[in-house]
T-cell receptor, first 112, second 115 residues
Framework: DAGITQSPRHKVTETGTPVTLRCHQT?????MYWYRQDPGHGLRLIHY???????DKGEVSDGYSVSRSKTEDFLLTLESATSSQTSVYFC???????????FGQGTRLTVV | AQSVTQPDIHITVSEGASLELRCNYSYGATPYLFWYVQSPGQGLQLLLKYFSGDTLVQGIKGFEAEFKRSQSSFNLRKPSVHWSDAAEYFC?????????????FGAGTRLAVHP
């Protein structure tokens, strides 16, 4: 894999609690993305970043926020987790040259 | 709106048989096109990509894909499937939208291989 690390890899949390997932890259790529993967839906874009402090919403952004204070880190926060946010979350990185993306190993989040 | 359609949710083939996975996209211009593969419990690995030029592209693991502009399709093929090809396959469209790059995925096709 490209130098992408997601943490934690697995998490179980209770409904209503805040949760933060971290994506760390060592490639100095400009773009970073958060996707969620659910059966029958493929990967859906939650938020993405095109630079430090520059972020925008994807197609399923409700209930999620992100922050990017450094090039290498992109945080995804669920302010108040709900059962519908149980999913596998993938971070990806990309460059300016084209839209190819490189993926992390994923974080399995279960909200009970 | 831009979209990616993979019409087949599940496909089962016998080992050694040929394979074709379908992908159609909806986009105003010719986008960048990708196929990714995901083995169980793993992240996504890029199989191949099309940016421009020759419409038949070769990828890793013996896969190829053909871009057909008239059909807005980018179908993935392999002449002889191996048991290790059992996985989920995702077609993706790379867009330059709103001034920034995005990657939009289809729902995926799960491939099973019978011995």
């Amino acid at each position: 894999d490209a130098g992408i690390t997601q943490s934690p890899r697995h998490k179980v949390t209770e409904t209503g609690t805040p949760v933060t997932l971290r994506c760390h890259q060592t490639e100095n790529h400009r773009y970073m993305y958060w996707y969620r993967q659910d059966p029958g839906h493929g990967l859906r874009l939650i938020h993405y970043s095109y630079g430090v402090k520059d972020t925008d919403k994807g197609e399923v952004s409700d209930g999620y926020s992100v922050s990017r204070s450094k090039t290498e880190d992109f945080l995804l926060t669920l302010e108040s987790a709900t059962s519908s946010q149980t999913s596998v979350y993938f971070c990806a990185i990309g460059t300016d040259m084209n839209t190819e993306a490189f993926f992390g190993q994923g974080t399995r989040l279960t909200v009970v | 709106a831009q979209s990616v359609t993979q019409p087949d949710i599940h496909i089962t083939v016998s080992e050694g048989a040929s394979l074709e996975l379908r992908c159609n996209y909806s986009y105003g211009a010719t986008p960048y096109l990708f196929w990714y593969v995901q083995s169980p419990g793993q992240g996504l690995q890029l199989l191949l990509k099309y940016f421009s030029g020759d419409t038949l592209v070769q990828g890793i693991k013996g896969f190829e894909a053909e871009f057909k502009r008239s059909q807005s399709s980018f179908n993935l093929r392999k002449p002889s499937v191996h048991w290790s090809d059992a996985a989920e396959y995702f077609c993706a469209v790379g867009l330059f939208s709103g001034g920034y790059n995005k990657l939009i995925f289809g729902a995926g096709t799960r491939l099973a291989v019978h011995p």
